[in-house]
């Protein structure tokens, strides 16, 4: 191999033109490109905190949109999973301490409409018993556009009123038809429609049967009903 | 031999002027190993010059002990990158005619040039790295990112291409 290695040496030294680089205009050379490389990675760190810090200042509520703890997932079962746990962050902070609530848990059921995972009324109903007696607070979500209209017909133990609110038209209900007296905000939004309600009594409310009242206010104000019904983790 | 190295302090002055000490020791041998990867003069000036600028921007980060390989790894990612920027370019074996100095043997210079111009760009960095720059096998594996089965059966058809070149026959390797 050493006559190739000097075959090499020969054709690059026989020949060989003067240099023509200098010491001082690389050395510029390099310190311009080096100036140039560092600015550039500010400025993209500099993009990149800006963005951060508009992401904090113009959606100050999508860090609570779910919780950093809420799962999240495409499968139908994922999606529940999530609601279940929207549903335990806005109600259980509302609820008496000494509350207890069962099921033991605030999980959510999808009954499948469709096949899609979306397509499914999701529900949860929660019995909810402190010193004041039982009470209740159910959730429903269609999480499909124009699933569900809340219509307002106010009567002698129905008062009503609508808002129209940048997430949809909410409509605030208080029911006392089948007994027990019902606390209910329903939100038609564009991505669905959900509706959360409140009662004196642990029982499900059932059309046209009577529910025993079971103590002396709804578990949940109108407020706060309203309030859970406008939590933006239950958006899909 | 004692050659200058990245500073062992954080100055600008002094990495400048340690820089500067590295690039007067060491242009000569990479503008030589640029020229044989490239075949051109004013190519392996170019090649050389990126690499002393990339090299500068890594100066304080690189160890003494490592730095010529930093800037030979430099200096081959260059030249690839740049023949694959090239990639649709028409590579052929004959080379132009240049005037060689009076007592050369001209007709041989330009059989190295045809048979290096037929390699690939892989092949001659393996024959150039193992031949000019005497690295061994496992190292030019290392910067080529290949196994050095590869190395060493693709430097085999370099040398049998470069052979072909000699004046005389050569003898296989022991």
Known sequence: MEEVRSLLTAYVTEDEPPLGLAGDRVLAAARRSRRQHLLTGAAAVAVVVLALGLAVVVLPDRGSVAGPSCPSGSTREALAERLSCVVAGAVRPLLAPDARISPGSFAVVADPVGDAPREADFRTHIRVTDARGTGSVTVVLYPTPNSATPSCVPGESISCSVERLPQGTLQLTTDQSTGALVHRAALSAPWGYVAVSSSDSGEPERKDLHTPSQRPEPTLTLDQVRQVALTPGLAF | ?174
Not at chain 2, 57 to 77: C, E, F, G, Q, S
Not at chain 2, 116 to 131: E, H, I, N, S, Y
């Open chain 2, 1 to 174: 031999m004692n050659l200058p190295g990245p500073p062992r302090t954080n100055k600008g002055v002094s990495r400048d002027v340690d820089f500067s000490e590295y690039f007067a020791a060491r242009v000569q041998r990479f503008r030589r190993v640029a020229f044989a990867l490239s075949g051109d003069w004013h190519a392996a000036e170019d090649l050389v010059q990126a690499m002393f600028v990339q090299l500068y921007r890594r100066w304080r980060r690189v160890r003494p002990a490592t730095v010529d390989a930093y800037a030979r790894r430099i200096l081959l990612n260059l030249f690839l990158a740049g023949r694959r920027g090239a990639g649709r370019e028409h590579v052929t074996p004959s080379v132009p005619e240049r005037e060689s100095p009076p007592g050369r043997d001209p007709s041989l210079r330009l059989d190295v040039e045809r048979a290096l111009a037929g390699l690939t760009p892989r092949q001659r960095a393996m024959v150039v790295l193992r031949f000019l720059e005497d690295l061994p096998v496992s190292e030019v594996a290392t910067l080529l990112g290949v196994a050095e089965g590869t190395v060493k059966s693709q430097t085999a058809r370099g040398v049998g291409a470069l052979r072909v070149a000699l004046p005389a026959p050569a003898t296989e390797e022991s």
